[in-house]
């Protein structure tokens, strides 16, 4: 390609609502353009090319898996949506309109109905099955805050992957394969990631894992273990219980105290009676909304620990949790919550309330007594007592014990390009996508499902491949193979050896960029460190000495090499 018929409008300008490397790189390297409204993107030439090189690798990968493409209608009938009850759960990432005659659509987030729709129709028996379908294709989210550029927009291009099965069995073989196969197309990317536990929402198990690719700038943070294999998102993260005990604390029964002063935070608290803030409990109120109601709830934690919402939402089958004003918490008739240890269960009987695993038959605690100016010292939480209150709500920290062998976890920073879920019959029994088994007996089809966020990817190539000047692509995801430059077009010999080299490699298949635009050197190479194509020559002043340039994006590495020699050097390379 000829830099003198390419639309690449590369710009100075750093886009005023951009703060990541990969939204500014993108937008300044002429890869894609903003379209008004937030989270909305056209491709430019480049930007489509890598595109499509990306989506070719996650193709090819698959293609060799075993799964088929098939491409689904972007705009989805409601009533699927009706059927598999996510119209209402799934709320206003939704895109909801109506065509002429008044029927409901919806833009396609994720297609598990509409899948489940096509398999149902033309799948009936076990001897079908296994399938594993995917297409690559435009998704839409209303998200609630779009930003990054590529990373969270509304209008995204994902692959979306669904497998049918006729046993759990069978689910897993190919949900393992689809780990392996990820690893393969992440790894083929030039991506440094990290496969990880994640949180499986209300289906809950273990059967969900998530592929980070690591950057500081990643919005997930991932707990993992130097000393073993063990990572997972915080939202799913757990840890080996820390027990300590305290029998200075302990009495035969609980004692209460007196003290007198206002300021009654457990720090506080702590410092009066000398004890580690690991004894007190905590409370937290939050305000739960649930499909048809709202109620205030109240979680119990260890002092020295920190509520995870994902798992407190999942704890209760809330589908959010939200800050609850005092007003509300008063309202509620739980602003006198406590003690609820020992026998002393104040909360009002219908009151949902969860209690931290690590408080789990836990002696020698400290608790607000429910009164101005006086704690309880020296409680117990019994398991029988609570029974089905406990549940892990609490965030794994930094330093915890690994709970496979005991190494000090530590966080890093994630951005979650895809996602494996093992999806059971979530879908197909609501959906009654059946099969017939051995035995002549209809049951629901088992499957899982498979995600790679293709456009994030884009981004998250340039977060682990960018320096102060621009992008430096990976070798499979660059817009060409070589950039070369012609510093002054007016130099016949610099023209006459870009262009023998230009035509020569092209015609042996290398993707070659010639720059051979009417500018001045500056914005040439400026160009060529913004849109980071990994190699380039420079053909310069120096040619009249026989010499060139090999240019290695990667660090701004120039190697001089002379002008005889460099073609069979290329040819060699490439
Ligand atoms: P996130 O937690 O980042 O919102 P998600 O859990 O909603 O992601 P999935 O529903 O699992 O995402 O979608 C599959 C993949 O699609 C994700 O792993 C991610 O790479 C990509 N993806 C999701 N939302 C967006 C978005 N708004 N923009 C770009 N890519 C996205
Ligand atoms: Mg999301």
Known sequence: MRFSRLLVPTSKETPNDATLASHIYLIRGGFIQSVGGSGLYNFLPLGKKILDKV???????????????????????????????????????LLRFKDRKN???????????????????????????????????????????????LMRGREFLMKDGYSFHASVEDMHREFALMEETYKKIFTRLGLEFRVVEADSGAIGGSGSKEFMVLADSG???IVVCPDCKYGANIEAAVKKLKIYDDTSIRSTNYVEEE??????????????????????????????IFKDETKIVVFFLRGTDYLEETKATNSIGALELVDPTQQEIEDSGLSSAGPIIGDYNSLPNDAIYRID??????????????????????????????????????????????????????YTKGIEAGHIFQLGTQYSEPLGCNLLDENGKSVPMVMGTYGIGVSRLLAGIIEQNHDDKGCIWTKESAPFDLHIIISNIKDKAQVALGEKLYETL??????????????????????????????????????????????????????????EEILSFLEGKF
């Open 55 to 93: 989506r070719a690798v996650v193709k090819d990968e698959l293609d060799k898996a075993g799964c088929q493409e098939v491409a689904l209608s972007f705009v989805t009938p409601a009533t699927l949506w009706e059927e598999s009850g996510r119209l209402e759960k799934y709320g206003k990432e």
């Open 259 to 288: 003290y007198i002063f206002d300021d009654s935070s457990i720090e506080n608290l702590s410092n009066y009676l000398g004890k580690d803030k690991y004894f007190f409990v905590k409370k937290i109120y939050k305000k739960a």
């Open 103 to 149: 029927n409901d659509f919806i833009l396609g987030p994720t297609h598990e109905e509409m899948m489940v729709n096509l398999v149902r129709q033309s799948v009936k028996s076990y001897k079908q099955l296994p399938l594993n379908l995917y297409q690559i294709n435009l998704k839409f989210r209303d998200e609630i805050r779009p930003r990054f550029g």
């Open 219 to 221: 919005e997930d943070t």
């Open 357 to 410: 695993n690590g408080l789990k038959n836990q002696h020698n605690l400290i608790m607000g007594a429910n009164s101005k100016n006086k704690i309880f010292k020296g409680m117990s939480l019994i398991e029988e007592r609570h029974k089905d209150s406990f549940a892990d709500i609490s965030a794994v920290q930094e330093g915890d014990a690994c709970i496979h062998c005991g190494g000090a976890l530590t």
């Open 506 to 563: 092209k015609s042996k298949g290398v993707d070659v960029l010639l720059d051979d635009r009417k500018e001045r050197f500056g914005p040439k190479i400026k160009d060529f460190e913004l849109m980071g194509v990994p190699h380039g020559v420079l053909i310069g002043k120096k040619l009249a000495d026989g010499m060139v340039e090999f240019m290695t994006r990667d660090g701004m590495l120039k190697e001089e090499m002379s002008s």
